[in-house]
């Protein structure tokens, strides 16, 4: 188990092995854990980041799988001297993170959910893009889940960036992600149907994966 001691303001990786020793404390809206040998983390309920409700159910989903978190600080515990207990906030990491991600640039993401007005698309740890339905191709589709699926990895081109309400809001375009490709006669390439054009014609695009 990860033993090392971490300096104030310095990135830690929390992975929980045991979801269930996780205490979520409602009246001092805090989370505790372990992640470390003799290793004690704490996070605020307003530390645990942009796309985390304050709610049972979803905190026990953010451990589900690894994430970064800033150490704000560190005490020796009263119990047991052998342990080291970490405050920490996964929302100064996001924010660290988002501003960092700049108008234009392009970056793989995972498709979390489809709607019938866009697709949100996250891109990074607790960083999510929306990708409003003109934006995902150049013909339109009238239903997206037809053509997209919860899970699946898309290219994604940032273009707008705001801060609302102590939260970074993210909007992107799948169609402005595309490769510009020139294919010659006889080329095989991997298409997707995006659009009907007619009768017997189609509106295809290149599938980017």
């Known amino acids: 188990m990860n033993k090392k001691k971490y300096l ?13 020793a996780i205490v979520i ?4 809206k805090q989370v505790a854990f372990w992640f470390g040998y003799n290793q004690r983390g704490i996070i605020p309920f307003d530390e645990l980041g942009f796309d985390v409700k304050q709610m049972p159910y979803e905190i026990v989903s953010l451990f589900a799988i690894p994430f970064k978190a800033i150490v704000m600080s560190s ?5 047991n001297n052998h342990v080291r207990i970490y405050y920490l906030s996964r929302k100064a990491y996001n924010v660290q993170t988002a501003n ?7 970056y793989f993401g995972t498709i979390t959910s489809i709607a019938p007005w866009g697709m949100f698309v996250r ?26 699926k919860e899970g699946e990895r898309i290219k994604v081109k940032i273009i707008d960036k705001k801060f ?10 799948r169609k402005m992600a595309s490769d510009n490709i020139e294919p010659s006669i006889g080329d095989l390439l991997s298409v997707m149907i995006t659009g009907e054009v007619g009768y017997f014609s189609y509106f295809c695009e290149r599938h980017l994966i």
Do not use: A
Not at 124 to 144: A, M, N, P, Q, W
């Open 123 to 148: 891109i990074k740890d607790g960083l999510t893009v929306f990708v409003h339905c003109t934006e995902v191709s150049r013909s339109i589709i009238s239903e997206l889940h037809k053509c997209f």
């Open 100 to 106: 960092e991600v700049q108008i234009g640039q392009i």
């Open 164 to 173: 609302f309400e102590g939260e970074y809001k993210f909007y992107g375009s």
């Open 25 to 28: 404390n409602m009246k001092q």
């Open 8 to 20: 104030i303001g310095e990135e830690v990786k929390v992975e929980v092995h045991n979801i269930k």
């Open 75 to 79: 005490e020796i515990s009263k119990i």
